[in-house]
């Protein structure tokens, strides 16, 4: 059973900043791309950051040059990097990752439980 664990989430000022944490754990052979998501109350849930197993990223407008993905050598965790927060960046986050549980696995996306980040004064 594969399971992605989020920490890191928490009350930060803005301007402020924020490290969030993911670790995929269990029966895992291998893991292509890993990404960061947000849902806001109301609003549908948008990649935040994306980074693929060769080290590619990509991030969205709303987070570039304030937000970092990056993952370990291992590549069963990843890691958010949040500076400048502002308020609107208030959400839950959720980790994805695309796992593949055996060789020759079609694969398929896992998320996390999700970790509350909150901007505010």
């Known amino acids: 059973q594969v399971q992605l664990v989020e920490s890191g989430g928490g009350l930060v000022q803005p301007g402020g900043s924020l490290r969030l944490s993911c670790a995929a754990s269990g029966s895992i052979f291998s893991i292509n791309a890993m990404a960061w998501y947000r849902q806001a109350p109301g609003k549908e849930r948008e990649l935040v950051a994306r980074i693929t197993s060769d080290g590619r990223r990509n991030y969205p407008d709303s987070v570039k040059g304030r937000f970092t993905i990056s993952r370990d050598n291992a590549g069963n965790t990843v890691y958010l990097q949040m500076n400048s927060l502002k308020p609107e960046d208030t959400a839950v986050y959720y980790c994805?990752?695309?796992?593949?549980?055996?060789?020759?696995?079609?694969?398929?996306?896992?998320w996390g439980q999700g970790t509350q980040v909150t901007v505010s004064s």
């Open positions: 994805n990752g695309f796992i593949f549980v055996y060789r020759g696995d079609y694969g398929r996306n896992y």
